[in-house]
């Protein structure tokens, strides 16, 4: 019995590896296109801290996908027309919309003593992508 659950437990186990290296080898043209599961902000839960923070980290997920639209929108409007934003505020919109990417794994991540530090960072991060936004595509703010 104890084997079959074992056999059992190592099979999902790798059936789910396996679900991640395939996901993580599809290429990606853009740095915001992708699976929406891949960064996921995953709730806590069970305290005043890990409700508010659960709160919070909706919120973030909200922003992170409403942002990730919006990326894909812009992306797609400039295949279709020709812009006049320069290289350099497309790069700075990568980099702004990375950042954000990644101060919300670390909001998610997050302790208590952590969170106000977090949280602020998260809040930058997502007004330099809004700032970002607004140079590399003056004409849709």
């Known amino acids: ?5 074992a056999s059992l437990a190592l099979g ?5 590896a396996t679900g991640i ?6 290429p990606s043209a853009l740095p915001w ?3 929406t599961t891949a960064a996921r902000i995953q709730p806590v839960a069970d305290s005043d801290f890990n409700a508010t923070k659960d709160h919070y980290l909706q919120k973030a997920q909200d922003t992170l996908d409403e942002w990730r639209h919006k990326l894909n929108e812009g992306a797609d409007k400039a295949a279709d027309e020709t812009r006049s934003a320069s290289k350099t505020a497309e790069a700075d919109l990568r980099t702004a919309w990375r950042k954000t990417q990644t101060e919300a ?5 997050a302790s208590a003593d952590q969170w106000e530090h977090a949280k602020s960072s ?3 991060a997502s007004a330099d992508l809004k700032d970002s936004w607004n140079r590399a595509h ?3 703010k």
Do not use: C, H
Not at 12 to 16: P, T
Not at 21 to 26: E, S, T
Not at 105 to 109: D, F
């Open 105 to 109: 794994k670390r909001l998610s991540a």
């Open 1 to 5: 019995m104890t084997a079959r659950l």
């Open 122 to 124: 998260f809040e930058r």
């Open 12 to 16: 999902s186990l790798l059936g789910f």
């Open 138 to 140: 003056p004409d849709s």
């Open 21 to 26: 290296g395939i996901a993580a080898a599809l």
């Open 33 to 35: 296109a992708g699976p």
